[in-house]
């Protein structure tokens, strides 16, 4: 069964400390995507990597860092620095399907809640 | 500045009518659209998408349609179930990247 992973699906943690979202894929797809979602916000992208030890800033990126090891796996962290870090944060693969175009598939999510 | 707007934060729809979604975007350079349904506390799921060489795309009860010249697509989905009920996002793909609008919510009503 080919997917997205993301554990834990919810996490608590105090401010001030930094905490790592884990997110794998066995699809084989080269581009992987950070994004947060916040109500009345849509998708917002923090941060994405189209290969291995590669990753660029989205829209959102201050506050959090990312990295890109294996093709599989791209860890976010969320560091002390984010000053609004409660959010659901959502993982996505894509896959390349002509020109320039691009079709994503999602993660489950995880529902980061710091107090 | 917002390339991809979904301008309805809300739809009502009787179950068994037809709903439409609305979605407008500025980037003339989008080749490909996307819908995604997002049910609360889950990730989005793809649901159908257009290349804009078409100016419409059917897969059962949903199509979309593309209006290049006007900058407009629309999902219609008829007929409408309670299971419809959700968030619907609509994307744009330009490059790596994929530009989600801010969503619409779908009230399927009894």
């Known amino acids: 069964d080919g997917g997205i992973t993301q554990s834990p699906k919810y996490l608590f943690r105090k401010e001030g400390q930094n905490v790592t979202l884990s997110c794998e894929q066995n699809l084989n797809h080269d581009a992987m995507y950070w994004y947060r979602q916040d109500p009345g916000q849509g998708l917002r992208l923090i941060y994405y990597s189209q290969i291995v030890n590669d990753f660029q800033k989205g829209d959102i990126a201050e506050g959090y860092s990312v990295s890109r090891e294996k093709k599989e796996s791209f860890p976010l962290t969320v560091t002390s620095a984010q000053k609004n870090p409660t959010a659901f944060y959502l993982c996505?693969?894509?896959?390349?399907?002509?020109?320039?175009?691009?079709?994503?598939?999602f993660g489950p999510g995880t529902r980061l809640t710091v107090t | 500045d917002q390339q991809v707007k979904q301008n309805s934060p809300s739809l009502s729809v009787q179950e068994g009518r037809i709903s439409i979604l609305n979605c407008d975007y500025t980037n003339s350079m989008f080749d490909y659209f996307l819908w995604y349904k997002k049910y609360p506390a889950e990730g989005p799921t793809f649901l159908i998408s257009?290349?804009?060489?078409?100016d419409k795309n059917e897969d059962g009860r949903f199509t979309v349609f593309l209006n290049k010249s006007a900058k407009h697509l629309s999902l219609h989905i008829v007929p409408s179930q309670p299971g419809d009920s959700a968030v619907y996002f609509c994307a744009a793909s330009a490059d790596d990247k994929i530009i989600f609008g801010k969503g619409t919510r779908l009230h399927i009503l009894p």
């Open positions: 257009i290349s804009s060489i078409k």
């Open positions: 996505a693969s894509s896959i390349f399907v002509g020109a320039s175009s691009y079709e994503q598939y």
